[in-house]
C-alpha cells in the first residue's frame, strides 16, 4: 500500500484524489492545502515546497503535483535532492509551460507544427509588426496567467491593445515582460493529454476545454468553464498524428536536448484542414479536462504514476477507457475571470447520485458548511452512454446545487454534438 500526497487545492487535484482512492494499492491520500470537498487536508501551500517535501519525508508519501505554480518553481527538483518519489516534470522540463517563448522556440527548431510567431518586449515595436502583417493576431504573455494570459484578436486594433495591456499597463506582471505575436488559426480546438516516463507517453483520452466565459465561445480566456471526452474533433488518424508528430516527438526532442519530461504532457491543438497545430503545451493534467478523463478510465491510475517515475510505462498495456461520455461542467460565482464574491454557502451537495459526482475547486468548509472561495467553485462532472446523455446527467445535477451568485454555461458539450465518438 502507498500513501499519496496530491498537491493543489482545484477540481482536478479532487479528481486525482478521487481516482487514486479506487486503485486497492493506495492507501491514505492527503490534499495540501486540499479544498471543501477532499479529505485529509494538510494546511501547507504550493508553494511551501520545503514544507511539502518534510510532510512527504515524514509520511513517506509518493507526490502528485497537480498545479503548474510549483513545477514551475522546481517542487519536483528539490524532492529528488532528497530522495522523495513525486511525479511530475522538473523546473527545466517545466519550461514548455511556464514560458511561451520556450515553448515556441522548442517547437521551431524541432518541427513540431505551430503556428508562425515573433517574440518582442517592447511595446512600440511590436505595435509595427501588428500594422505590418497582414493576418490576424493572438497576443500571448509569457508567463504564467492562470490560463488568462491569451488574447485572441479579431483586427489590428484588438492586437494593439492587447499589447498596452500586457507590455505597458503589465497587468500580468512579471509573467507579461515579453509576449508572443502569433498568427491566428481558426479551426477547432481540442485537448490531447498523454503520460510520460520521459522515453515513451501513452496518450489519455482526447476531450475539449471551453475556455471563454459565455455560452457560444464569448468572453474573456477561463481556465476552462467545462470539458467532454471523448472528442469526435480527434479522430483515430488525427489522433495517430498528434501521437507521433506532436506528443512523441516533443518526447523525443527534450530528451536529446537533456530535458526529459516525466509526467502529463498536455497539448492544447487547433484543427485546421485536419492538420493539427499546437496552440500551447501545458506540463501537468489539465482541469477541467481531468474531471471526464478519470471519469472515463478504467485502468488504475497510480500502476501509471508509479511506472512514469521508474521510466517503465512501456511494460504496461495501453491504459484503457469506459465506452461512455463523460462531461465537466464547471459553476462559477459571478464576475469570474473578473472579480466576484466569496463565502457564499453552497446548498444541495449531498444529492449524489450514480451517474454524477461533484468536484470541489474554489470551496471551503466552516462550521459544517460548504462556502464559495474561488472564481470556480464546483466541476459537476456525469457520464452517460451517449454524449446527450452525459450532458443531461450533468445538468440535471447542476439543477440541485445553489448560492447567490452561482453561473454556468449552458452549452458545455453541444459542439460535440451530431458526430460520432468512436475514439478514446
Known amino acids: 500500500m502507498v500513501d499519496i500526497l496530491v498537491v493543489g487545492s482545484g477540481g482536478r487535484e479532487h479528481a486525482l484524489g478521487w481516482k487514486l482512492s479506487q486503485s486497492p494499492k493506495v492507501g491514505t491520500i492527503y490534499h495540501a492545502p486540499g479544498n471543501g470537498g477532499t479529505s485529509n487536508n494538510v494546511d501547507i501551500e504550493v508553494h511551501e515546497i520545503e514544507k511539502l517535501a518534510q510532510f512527504a519525508s515524514e509520511k513517506k508519501c509518493l507526490t502528485i503535483v497537480g498545479p503548474e505554480v510549483p513545477l514551475a518553481a522546481g517542487i519536483v527538483d528539490v524532492f529528488a535532492k532528497k530522495g522523495l518519489a513525486i511525479f511530475g516534470p522538473t523546473q527545466d522540463a517545466a519550461r514548455i509551460e511556464s514560458s511561451k517563448v520556450w515553448a515556441k522556440n522548442f517547437m521551431k527548431r524541432n518541427g513540431i507544427p505551430t503556428a508562425c510567431f515573433e517574440i518582442f518586449d517592447d511595446a512600440a515595436k511590436a505595435k509595427e509588426y501588428v500594422k505590418s502583417v497582414s493576418y490576424t493576431l493572438v497576443v500571448k504573455a509569457d508567463g504564467l496567467a492562470a490560463g488568462k494570459g491569451v488574447i485572441v484578436c479579431n483586427d489590428k486594433q484588438e492586437a494593439i491593445s492587447a499589447i498596452d495591456k500586457i507590455l505597458v499597463e503589465k497587468s500580468f506582471g512579471a509573467s507579461g515582460a515579453r509576449i508572443i505575436l502569433e498568427e491566428r488559426i481558426d479551426g477547432v480546438e481540442a485537448s490531447y493529454i498523454a503520460i510520460s516516463d520521459g522515453t515513451v507517453a501513452y496518450p ?38 498528434i501521437q507521433k508528430n ?16 516525466c509526467g502529463f504532457l498536455y497539448a492544447g491543438i487547433m484543427v485546421k484542414d485536419g492538420k493539427p497545430f499546437v496552440l500551447e503545451f501545458n506540463a501537468r493534467m489539465g482541469d477541467p479536462e481531468c474531471q471526464p478523463i478519470l471519469m472515463r478510465m478504467d485502468s488504475d491510475l497510480v500502476d501509471y504514476i508509479q511506472a512514469s517515475i521508474d521510466g517503465t510505462l512501456s511494460s504496461l498495456p495501453k491504459i484503457s477507457w469506459k465506452r461512455q461520455s463523460a462531461v465537466c461542467v464547471v459553476l462559477a460565482s459571478k464576475g469570474y475571470p473578473e472579480s466576484y464574491p466569496k463565502n457564499e454557502e453552497i446548498l444541495g451537495l449531498d444529492a449524489q447520485d450514480s451517474n454524477s459526482y461533484v468536484f470541489h475547486a474554489g470551496t471551503k468548509r466552516v462550521d459544517g458548511k460548504v462556502l464559495t472561495n474561488g472564481g470556480r467553485v464546483l466541476g459537476v462532472t456525469a457520464i452517460g452512454d451517449t454524449l446527450q446523455g452525459a450532458i443531461s446527467n450533468a445538468y440535471a445535477r447542476i439543477e440541485k446545487i445553489g448560492w447567490p451568485s452561482k453561473y454556468c454555461r449552458t452549452d458545455i458539450g453541444k459542439k460535440g454534438l451530431g458526430s460520432s465518438t468512436g475514439q478514446t
Do not use: W
Open 204 to 241: 489519455m483520452a482526447t476531450s475539449q476545454d471551453h475556455k471563454r466565459v459565455y455560452d457560444g465561445d464569448r468572453g474573456p480566456n477561463t481556465g476552462g468553464m467545462g470539458a467532454y471526452s471523448p472528442t469526435s474533433v480527434i479522430d483515430d488518424t488525427l489522433a495517430q498524428d
Open 246 to 261: 506532436v506528443i512523441e516527438k516533443t518526447i523525443s526532442c527534450m530528451k536529446k536536448e537533456g530535458t526529459t519530461f
